[in-house]
């Protein structure tokens, strides 16, 4: 996996380049010089928690914010003098934004005046997107009459009506309750596929990220950490703060031994000697690094496995049962934090008590050798 | 709990003070239309007979109906002034940042407090000084400045309400600044609009002290009003004049506040979510 890996139905084309874009208020730097492409029919989504600049490199897309240094292109187009009105591009807000004047259907034709299309073709297109979002036979009623979901369908039909080359996405899914929200993934999804548009999605929540995306921008403090697919960001996160922001890691402190035949020698303060595939890295000796490992990576045994194995003796601190899984916290002597554990409980729940030894294993291709901020 | 929340229990004292508060109000003014059609040139108890003669008279005479002519003209253009000097100020406030803005709009709010006699005293100087001639030109200018805040304070709350993604959503379905307000922002705040018009004009139709020291020859239906109260003989006439006007500021301050309030319910109903 590596950031050029591009999403199965998005061409090679880029819709939108991002080149050193920056903004800054006074001193503060709200964005910092981000380069990136997003690709033509990709479902791009950029992540991070609240003020990173997500929403506002967002915002430049649609015009809404100027830039204080580089250039975004739309098609090739640069768009640094194109006001919001005149870019091919349209934008569902994080409140919707329905006009409470005019009803669902005036809503969604709002867009069309500057086409001077006959009334009839006008009512048609209205309707065909009025199916597309599954609201048929809501034209007539007002904004305020309508549910969070029903909303935030109005606005998807509203900025899709007129074919933009891309359509950016602020949180639109913030407002709604789980179940309503889960569906909503679906139905976007479901939607992007079929229309071939090309999504800018912004949002906080990693899972719905994960859930959505072809490409994810992980982005913090106004910088983008890594660009990836959804497996690429949480199966080879390349520094810390993005392992820590995409799912649960367990994380080791070490340092690089020495290198020999593509892999190197690591010192983990908890594991001790450890060998591990180098993989085209730049590690050499002496570079203090991390190690991590998923939770659910590392499997739990009552008694010592066989030898041959990389192994881990702790002892069990705490089970918690979840239901569908259970979580183990196994304390190792050397490490500061306790090791977590995630287990599928396929067979019986977890028996026997806590304050026992334990033998950890895992995969060797399951480590992960971090870069460090 | 008996009936409803806590909140919503009927309050005794608060009911009876309510009504007193609107007999100590408006008994004086009933009086007036009580004695409009009094069939007697005395405003004294006993009542003398009912009678129509009084409405009958004003209709004949044509100093009076010049007199409304005028007060219409003036409260016309009044109103539509104030109202689209309101709409300009109330965005500009509400939208931009402006140094010095909470002084600019304590200034544009002080002719509230400011007494009519010193403006109209002012005016007058300034319009001699100037050699500007005094006529239902002066009046209408001494008018917009009474009116411009009324304008303003009944604009602004309904541009404080208004939503700023609005004008983004429809800059981003490609419409510009000028299609934006009149297909956008120009709806949402009619309400504020009509209100404001019908507010201005009934203060301009009712105001006395700008216009009687900015009038000329030609008056306004107060100052009619007032000349005639130097002659007893007419004072019935006024009584059923003051009654008509009495009755058209009612219904439109009425109308204007209902319009409002309808603006208000409609857009109080579409919940507001914090960004």
């Known amino acids: 996996m590596s950031a050029s890996v591009?999403?199965?139905?998005?061409?090679?084309?880029?819709?939108?380049?991002?080149?050193?874009?920056?903004?800054?208020?006074?001193?503060?730097?709200?964005?910092?010089?981000?380069?990136?492409?997003?690709?033509?029919?990709?479902?791009?989504?950029?992540?991070?928690?609240?003020?990173?600049?997500?929403?506002?490199?967002?915002?430049?897309?649609?015009?809404?914010?100027?830039?204080?240094?580089?250039?975004?292109?739309?098609?090739?187009?640069?768009m640094s003098d194109v006001p919001p009105f005149q870019r091919p591009v349209n934008m569902v807000f994080q409140n919707y934004a329905i006009f409470p004047h005019l009803n669902v259907a005036d809503n969604i034709g709002y867009g069309l005046r500057k086409l001077k299309l006959p009334k009839a073709k006008r009512a048609e297109m209205i309707d065909e997107m009025l199916g597309l979002v599954q609201l048929d036979g809501y034209g007539k009623r007002r904004g305020h009459e309508l549910s969070g979901g029903q909303r935030q369908r109005v606005a998807l039909a509203r900025a899709l009506i007129l074919r933009p080359k891309v359509l950016l996405l602020d949180e639109p899914l913030g407002a709604l309750d789980k179940q309503l929200r889960e569906q909503m993934q679906i139905e976007l999804r479901r939607l992007q596929r079929s229309i071939g548009i090309t999504f800018v999605f912004v949002t906080h929540d990693?899972?719905?990220?994960?859930?959505?995306?072809?490409?994810?921008?992980?982005?913090?403090?106004?910088?983008?950490?890594?660009?990836d697919t959804p497996t690429g960001l949480y199966e080879a996160p390349k520094t810390r703060s993005v392992a820590n922001f995409i799912g649960n890691?367990?994380?080791?402190?070490?340092?690089?031994?020495?290198?020999?035949?593509?892999?190197?020698?690591?010192?983990?303060?908890?594991?001790?000697?450890?060998?591990?595939?180098?993989?085209?890295?730049?590690?050499?000796?002496?570079?203090?690094?991390?190690?991590?490992?998923?939770?659910?990576?590392?499997?739990?045994?009552?008694?010592?496995?066989?030898?041959?194995?990389?192994?881990?003796?702790?002892?069990?601190?705490?089970?918690?049962?979840?239901?569908?899984?259970?979580?183990?916290?196994?304390?190792?002597?050397?490490?500061?934090?306790?090791?977590?554990?995630?287990?599928?409980?396929?067979?019986?729940?977890?028996?026997?008590?806590?304050?026992?030894?334990?033998?950890?294993?895992?995969?060797?291709?399951?480590?992960?050798?971090?870069?460090?901020? | 709990m008996k009936s409803g929340s806590y909140i919503r229990q009927p309050n005794r004292a608060l009911q009876v003070y309510a009504?007193?508060?609107?007999?100590?109000?408006?008994?004086?003014?009933?009086?007036?239309?009580?004695?409009?059609?009094?069939?007697?040139?005395?405003?004294?108890?006993?009542?003398?007979?009912?009678?129509?003669d009084w409405y009958k008279d004003l209709w004949t005479r044509d100093t009076v109906w010049a007199a409304l002519g005028n007060s219409l003209t003036v409260g016309f253009w009044v109103s539509i002034t104030s109202t689209a000097l309101g709409l300009v100020a109330a965005r500009a406030i509400t939208r931009y940042r402006v140094p010095g803005q909470s002084a600019i709009v304590t200034f544009a709010m002080l002719p509230l407090v400011i007494p009519g006699v010193i403006f109209g005293v002012a005016l007058l100087v300034l319009m001699s000084r100037l050699g500007v001639p005094l006529s239902l030109y002066t009046v209408a200018f001494g008018h917009l400045i009474i009116c411009l805040p009324f304008a303003i304070a009944t604009l602004l709350p309904r541009f404080e309400g208004f939503d700023r993604s609005m004008d983004e959503a429809s800059a981003d379905l490609g419409e510009n600044g000028w299609w934006t307000f009149w297909r956008v922002t120009f709806p949402?705040?009619?309400?504020?609009?009509?209100?404001?018009?019908?507010?201005?004009?009934?203060?301009?139709?009712?105001?006395?002290?700008?216009?009687?020291?900015?009038?000329?020859?030609?008056?306004?239906?107060?100052?009619?009003?007032?000349?005639?109260?130097?002659?007893?003989r007419e004072f019935p006439s006024v009584l059923a004049l003051s009654s008509i006007i009495l009755a058209v500021s009612f219904v439109l301050v009425f109308v204007a506040l209902w319009i409002g309030r309808m603006g208000l319910v409609r857009d109080l109903n579409v919940p507001q979510q914090e960004a």
């Open chain 1, 249 to 373: 890691m367990n994380f080791f402190e070490a340092q690089v031994a020495g290198r020999v035949n593509g892999h190197a020698h690591l010192d983990v303060a908890a594991f001790g000697k450890l060998q591990v595939p180098a993989k085209g890295s730049t590690l050499t000796e002496g570079d203090k690094i991390c190690v991590a490992i998923r939770p659910e990576k590392l499997k739990l045994h009552d008694a010592a496995p066989d030898s041959g194995t990389p192994v881990l003796k702790g002892e069990l601190e705490m089970t918690t049962y979840l239901g569908e899984r259970s979580h183990f916290h196994v304390s190792v002597p050397g490490c500061d934090t306790p090791i977590a554990i995630s287990a599928q409980n396929s067979g019986l729940a977890p028996t026997g008590g806590d304050r026992r030894p334990v033998w950890m294993t895992w995969p060797e291709d399951a480590l992960i050798v971090l870069e460090k901020d």
């Open chain 2, 19 to 52: 009504i007193l508060f609107l007999v100590v109000l408006y008994t004086p003014v009933l009086f007036i239309p009580l004695f409009s059609f009094n069939d007697s040139i005395y405003v004294r108890f006993p009542l003398q007979g009912f009678t129509l």
């Open chain 2, 188 to 232: 949402i705040v009619a309400p504020g609009v009509v209100a404001s018009l019908l507010l201005t004009f009934t203060i301009s139709f009712d105001e006395f002290i700008m216009t009687f020291f900015l009038s000329g020859t030609d008056t306004t239906l107060p100052i009619y009003i007032w000349t005639q109260l130097r002659f007893p």
């Open chain 1, 206 to 227: 990693q899972e719905e990220a994960l859930t959505l995306s072809d490409r994810i921008a992980v982005m913090q403090g106004g910088a983008v950490l890594q660009v």
């Open chain 1, 6 to 78: 591009s999403a199965p139905n998005a061409s090679t084309e880029p819709i939108i380049s991002i080149r050193d874009v920056g903004k800054s208020y006074g001193t503060f730097q709200a964005i910092e010089r981000i380069s990136m492409d997003i690709q033509k029919g990709e479902f791009f989504s950029l992540l991070g928690a609240s003020g990173c600049g997500k929403t506002t490199l967002l915002r430049m897309l649609a015009g809404f914010e100027s830039l204080s240094s580089g250039e975004i292109y739309i098609d090739g187009q640069p």
